[in-house]
């Protein structure tokens, strides 16, 4: 589900219920992470079916590519965990674990019209596996340098993170569709209980 207002924040995302019974990873396969990308908008049909018969060819490659994917989205995790935790602050040894993924996308990015007289960085003819991970890794340094450093919350249910642009920052769910619809009806279905363990009485 794309709901972080981020790319970075949405590539976080892609574990339900880390810890739990839940558990489920988006992005557990590499054939995964191109779909997620595919879905974010971040490669387009072509370059996603070039990737995946390069990866079919090169599985080594391919685990190589994952692991690195696994990795970012660690240290991602972290980043904006201690973010939240610290009401803006970006963790220094945190930065650190990103900081070579965003070399990496610096280093292979091309600049295209972005349009509106304006440019954009992209990588759309590479077949390196890991070109998936680059407009993850500037996404999230663009982020970190930003005004919307502080919008950046948690889930009050779930572990997703999300940028607040409510007006007066007051979002607290990932999505109200989805947890706000569940804390809703949880907290329902307790003073439905509650009544009737005081009639009772």
Not at 40 to 61: C, K, M, N, W
Not at 95 to 119: H, I, K, N, T
Not at 169 to 175: A, G, N, P, V
Request: glycine share 6%; with cysteine.
């Amino acid at each position: 589900m794309i709901v972080g207002g981020n790319l970075a924040l949405d590539f976080t995302n892609t574990v339900d219920d880390p810890l739990g019974p839940g558990h489920h990873d988006h992005a557990g396969t590499y054939a995964d992470v191109v779909d997620w990308s595919l879905r974010a908008g971040t490669v387009t049909d072509s370059q996603a079916s070039r990737l995946l018969r390069t990866a079919s060819r090169r599985p080594a490659e391919a685990a190589t590519a994952l692991d690195s994917a696994h990795s970012l989205r660690s240290g991602l995790s972290d980043i904006f965990e201690g973010v939240v935790d610290s009401s803006g602050r970006v963790p220094s040894t945190s930065w650190l674990r990103l900081r070579p993924f965003v070399v990496d996308a610096y280093a292979s990015a091309l600049v295209e019209d972005g349009g509106q007289g304006r440019g954009r960085f992209a990588w759309p003819h590479s077949d390196e596996l890991a070109v998936v991970l680059h407009p993850i890794a500037f996404a999230a340094a663009q982020l970190l340098v930003s005004d919307d450093l502080d919008r950046i919350k948690r889930c009050a249910r779930c572990p997703w993170f999300f940028l607040d642009n409510s007006k007066n920052r007051s979002r607290r769910w990932c999505t109200m569709s989805d947890c706000g619809k569940a804390v809703k009806m949880e907290r329902y279905v307790a003073r439905r209980a509650a009544s009737r363990s005081a009639s009772r009485h």
